[in-house]
């Protein structure tokens, strides 16, 4: 089977380029106009949280040079050929490469309710209209995770019968093609017969995405599985990754560096809005681009990040058609201060395109990354009695920065005696019949890092906890206590941490009051 399969490889060398789009060539991705793209992206929830529009602009503000958007065919919310339209409309706006992933297959076989890949194609050729004419801006990731850790030797046939129906429909895009056991293919049933998957697609324009969680835990199964790749010329890149997952710790940092001497993709999971205990996968919290987790501000700023390894792609004009800087922001100003934090305010900069961001430089130090929409900023964690200067410079979508603003400077309130301490909010976040889900939001209020901090608060009712993610719970009656994972317990001043809880009830359900103390 291999002696046969490896005759019809030839042209691996020499692939079809669909013509006005993305293409492969020698087992790399390539641009419309013919020039390497290496994926640089996050993945934003679409699907679940339509209304969040902004996101895309935010992604662009972090360096990202792709966003993988999510979509549904029916297991959730349709998103119909209007709404694609529209997300791709949000993506070359943004100058951000759109990867739309159909997340319906997501677990197939193992998972209730997950759709077939042949379901996702019914999709695709039902929003064909809104795809068509996009191939220079536009991926397919035909089905996420199409099966998880069973039925998945029918991944093969199943994964060839959608790349042939989409190429019967005139679809010409690059297509992503997403590997079984959950995305992780730790059966290795993408990578053994890669090659002939690849060879069932007429215009040899696909590339193969592996997701690392758990299973690749080591510099060694990292660089093992991309290798067998790339040692064959097939086209390959990491389609989804976080730093922690449930099933284990992922080697992010191998994972990273490696693609990036590679030149191989990556796009992180998630913008916001994951729930079930994986919370700790949201890059911001509540969509907000100025809250960033450990998790966002490491993929963003790290050696071999976003914001170090992101390229723009050429279809855009890689900002060589723009020269012209933004004005400088003006009029920076300290609004106020507290113990540890500096709140700073400013007035828009303008461009003969758009401004797409701020940097906030405390002294030399860059601190915050903002949207264009944003003319204010906290900075936290700072030090009680202590004078802080500041500059603001904007950013346009081809890269120009500005001259800096006027320098504005606090010095922060005195402590008036401890070092230590932290605050807690309640939220409800959902309610049904006989439960409710809430988190809790646990900042660091003093000067010095925490080593561990405890939640507690007394039901007014009857209410019984059921699950919890991000911390450990007690409960004696109406007494509950939550205390930090091993991973969250160290809170550096002004930053903050958040739980959540699954909990049964009848009658009255009103939010108690918390108790928030530090180690």
Request: proline residues 3%; glycine residues 12%; negative net charge.
């Amino acid at each position: 089977m291999l002696t046969a399969v490896l005759s019809v490889l030839a042209p691996i060398g020499a692939a079809h380029a669909a013509a006005g789009g993305f293409h492969i060539a020698n087992g790399r991705l390539l641009d419309a106009n013919g020039n390497d793209f290496i994926i640089r992206g996050i993945s934003h929830p679409h699907a679940w949280f339509s209304q969040r529009t902004s996101a895309f602009a935010d992604i662009k503000v972090v360096g990202a040079n792709s966003v993988r958007v999510v979509l549904s065919g029916g297991r959730w919310s349709v998103n119909t050929a209007s709404d694609v339209a529209n997300v791709i409309s949000l993506c070359k706006q943004n100058r951000l490469v759109c990867v739309l992933e159909n997340h319906d297959t997501t677990g197939y076989g193992e998972q209730g309710g997950a759709y077939s890949l042949d379901q996702a194609v019914d999709y695709w050729l039902s929003i064909r209209s809104a795809l068509v004419g996009q191939e220079a801006y536009v991926i397919i990731n035909i089905g996420n995770e199409p099966y998880g850790n069973t039925l998945y030797t029918e991944w093969v046939g199943a994964t060839i019968n959608a790349i042939q129906r989409l190429r019967s429909a005139g679809l010409t895009h690059t297509l992503m093609i997403d590997a079984p056991n959950w995305g992780q293919d730790w059966s290795n049933t993408m990578r053994d017969n890669a090659e002939e998957v690849w060879a069932a697609d007429p215009l040899r324009n696909s590339i193969f995405s592996v997701h690392m969680y758990g299973v690749y835990n080591t510099p060694e199964k990292v660089k093992a599985y991309l290798d067998a790749f790339t040692s064959r010329g097939l086209p390959i890149l990491v389609g989804e990754f976080g730093w922690y997952h449930s099933d284990g710790d992922p080697d992010e940092f191998t994972l990273t560096e490696y693609t990036t001497l590679q030149g191989l993709g990556y796009m992180g999971w998630s913008w916001s809005g994951n729930g079930g205990g994986v919370e700790y996968l949201d890059m911001v919290t509540n969509f907000n681009p100025a809250s960033r987790t450990d998790w966002g501000t490491w993929l963003i700023t790290s050696a071999n990040g976003l914001e170090a390894t992101s390229v723009e792609a050429s279809v855009f004009g890689g900002g060589g058609g723009d020269t012209q800087r933004p004005t400088a922001p003006g009029n920076l100003a300290a609004t106020g201060s507290t113990t540890n934090s500096v709140s700073l305010a400013w007035g828009a900069s303008t461009d003969n395109v758009a401004v797409t961001g701020y940097d906030v430089y405390r002294g030399s130090s860059r601190v915050a990354t903002l949207p264009g929409g944003t003319l204010t900023y906290t900075d936290t964690g700072l030090s009680a009695n202590t004078a802080y200067s500041y500059k603001v410079y904007a950013r346009d979508a081809a890269g120009n920065v500005s001259e800096a603003s006027n320098t504005a400077s606090a010095t922060t309130q005195s402590s008036g005696g401890g070092t230590g301490g932290c605050t807690a909010t309640y939220q409800f976040d959902s309610e049904w019949g006989s439960g409710f889900g809430a988190s809790v939001t646990v900042t660091n209020t003093g000067l010095t890092a925490t080593k561990g901090w405890t939640v507690s608060w007394t039901f007014g009712g009857n209410q019984q906890i059921t699950n919890m993610w991000n911390a450990t719970s007690t409960q004696s009656g109406a007494s509950a206590t939550a205390r930090n994972m091993n991973y969250n317990g160290v809170l550096q001043p002004g930053s903050s941490t958040t739980f959540g809880f699954q909990a049964a009830y009848s009658g009255a359900n009103t939010a108690p009051t918390l108790t928030c103390t530090v180690n």
